[in-house]
């Protein structure tokens, strides 16, 4: 998580405070998922992972879900994305120099 593009996303700041900690609990599970990045499209699943009652839901999740793209039958956060792709390439180039005896020459 990098705070400061975080905090200064308008559609973060345009979130009550109720509705930032329900978005930060599904990127977390976004995060921790076998299908990592993503998550069901399906209210009632998403309401209990942002831990919200039926009526915080109903009022939040347009402002919530502007975060997540859909896809088939799940959401995903763009940026998620992008930095878990990041990591993927990270730990390939990681495990190919492992593979080629630790770091890679400065030649």
């Given at each position: 998580?990098?705070?400061?593009?975080?905090?200064?996303?308008?559609?973060?700041?345009?979130?009550?405070?109720?509705?930032v900690?329900?978005?930060?609990?599904?990127?977390?599970?976004?995060?921790?998922?076998?299908?990592?990045g993503?998550?069901?499209?399906?209210?009632?699943?998403?309401?209990a992972?942002?831990?919200?009652?039926?009526?915080?839901?109903?009022?939040?999740?347009?402002?919530?879900?502007?975060?997540?793209?859909?896809?088939?039958?799940?959401?995903?956060?763009?940026?998620?994305?992008?930095?878990?792709?990041?990591?993927?390439?990270?730990?390939?180039?990681?495990?190919?120099?492992?593979?080629?005896?630790?770091?890679?020459?400065?030649?």
């Amino acid at each position: 998580m990098y705070p400061k593009d975080f905090l200064t996303s308008i559609k973060v700041q345009t979130m009550t405070t109720k509705e930032v900690g329900a978005y930060c609990l599904l990127l977390f599970n976004c995060w921790l998922q076998e299908d990592q990045g993503y998550l069901p499209n399906d209210d009632e699943t998403l309401k209990a992972l942002s831990k919200m009652t039926d009526k915080e839901w109903e009022k939040s999740k347009n402002s919530i879900l502007k975060n997540f793209k859909k896809k088939g039958n799940k959401i995903f956060n763009k940026r998620m994305m992008k930095e878990l792709d990041k990591l993927k390439d990270f730990s390939l180039k990681q495990s190919e120099n492992g593979r080629r005896g630790g770091r890679p020459s400065k030649t």
